[in-house]
């Protein structure tokens, strides 16, 4: 059984912490000088280890397995959110290191843009598997200021480098170890999470028209307040789609904006960016119907009228059965009775290379000290369960 550096890898993943170190957490968006600066740094431990390092067009590091395979490919990310947590993503992408460290046949992939901060998001997941034009490129813009894709690729030194593509058939499956964006297991005294599948997240945008008009000259009952009615719709959507969902459904208003937002004036129009998520297709398609239903209940009973638009829809991206079970098999041996199956209700890359190959994932607790105070030192026994992971996952499908 390959032995796993589990020193060298907290080092790493302290080393990695330090670039762009932000109080308790980083500050990486992507293609910034400090997300530049880790992937430089990335491909300096995967030459260190072996591996043939390179970055692609896209900002895609990737670490190839000199040897024969079968392989395995195993990552994440490692630009973070503004002010974020330190272990998002990294903690992927040093396992995969730590993995290869050890002598298994493992590509180590950082994908870039995980994190969204480019209009579309998954841009390097995406890319290595195909599905990102380049009028795609052309189309993105920054979230946060606006900046054209292509002008930021130029800056990170990036413009003219071709996009790499993942090799048909050499890989068996895609390992991704991440923390729990959750509390299930700390709350629960358990260890480890072998994931059964990602959710698809489906998006809407529900504007409302009334009618802007003084407040203080229109009575109550002239009124058409789109606000208030936005609040009515939301209210009923809550109270109605517990009825119609699944165990871990969840759904989110992630902004409300009334025009003109004015004290005094009634708002006239307001714009709801809403989404569910859930990994089964036929519980999706209840909330959808059910939102459609409360949509419609809202436009006979108010004065204003709530028009549903559908932003994007995404597919669930189910684990693995062969790799869920070696997990399981795995942390049963090294973790009895502290581990349990459980969804991401997260999206992950994990989600587009399954489109190409069979993935997995694994999930760890984030524990409150190393949120605050530093790492939470892992368990050898997690290691010990990838790489039996990996070595019962090269029999065939």
């Avoid at 762009?20 to 990486?28: A, D, M, S």
Wanted: charged content about 25%.
């Amino acid at each position: 059984m390959p032995k796993i550096d589990a020193e060298r890898f907290l080092k790493d993943l302290n080393d990695l912490r330090k670039i762009g170190q932000y109080r308790t957490g980083v500050h990486r968006p992507t293609y910034s000088p400090e997300d530049m600066e880790s992937r430089r740094w990335l491909m300096a431990r995967l030459e260190e280890i072996g591996l043939e390092a390179s970055i692609d067009g896209i900002g895609n590091v990737y670490g190839r397995h000199r040897g024969p395979g079968p392989h395995l490919l195993a990552g994440s990310h490692i630009e973070s959110q503004n002010q974020a947590g330190w272990l998002d993503g990294a903690l992927g992408v040093m396992a995969a290191v730590a993995l290869a460290r050890a002598g298994l046949p493992v590509d180590v992939a950082a994908f870039a843009d995980e994190e969204g901060h480019f209009e579309g998001g998954f841009l390097g997941s995406k890319s290595i598997i195909g599905i990102l034009s380049e009028e795609e490129i052309d189309r993105s813009r920054s979230r946060n200021d606006g900046t054209p894709l292509r002008e930021a690729l130029a800056a990170a030194g990036l413009a003219g480098l071709p996009r790499m593509q993942l090799e048909p058939g050499r890989h068996k499956a895609f390992l991704e170890m991440h923390i729990e964006q959750g509390t299930q297991l700390e709350n629960a005294g358990l260890q480890v999470g072998v994931v059964t599948g990602i959710v698809a997240i489906w998006q809407w945008r529900i504007t409302i028209e009334g009618m802007q008009d003084h407040a203080g000259g229109t009575t109550m009952a002239e009124r058409r307040d789109a606000g208030l009615a936005a609040v009515r719709l939301l209210a009923m959507i809550d109270a109605e789609f517990p009825k119609v969902c699944g165990e871990r459904s969840t759904w989110t208003t992630g902004r409300i904006a009334v025009e003109p937002g004015a004290p005094s004036i009634i708002p006239g129009r307001a714009d709801i960016l809403f989404q569910f998520r859930d990994i089964a297709l036929p519980v999706l398609e209840r909330m959808e119907a059910c939102l459609r239903a409360c949509v419609q209940e809202s436009n006979r009973r108010e004065r204003c009228t709530a028009t549903l638009t559908n932003v994007s829809k995404s597919l669930p991206a189910p684990c693995d059965p062969a790799t869920m079970a070696a997990l399981e098999a795995a942390a049963e041996t090294h973790a009895p009775g502290r581990w349990q199956r459980m969804p991401s209700g997260a999206g992950h890359d994990a989600q587009y290379i399954a489109r190409v190959m069979p993935v997995s994932m694994l999930f760890t607790p984030p524990s409150r000290a190393s949120a605050t105070t530093g790492p939470r030192t892992p368990r050898r026994r997690i290691w010990r369960s990838a790489a039996r992971c990996w070595r019962m996952r090269r029999r065939p499908i």
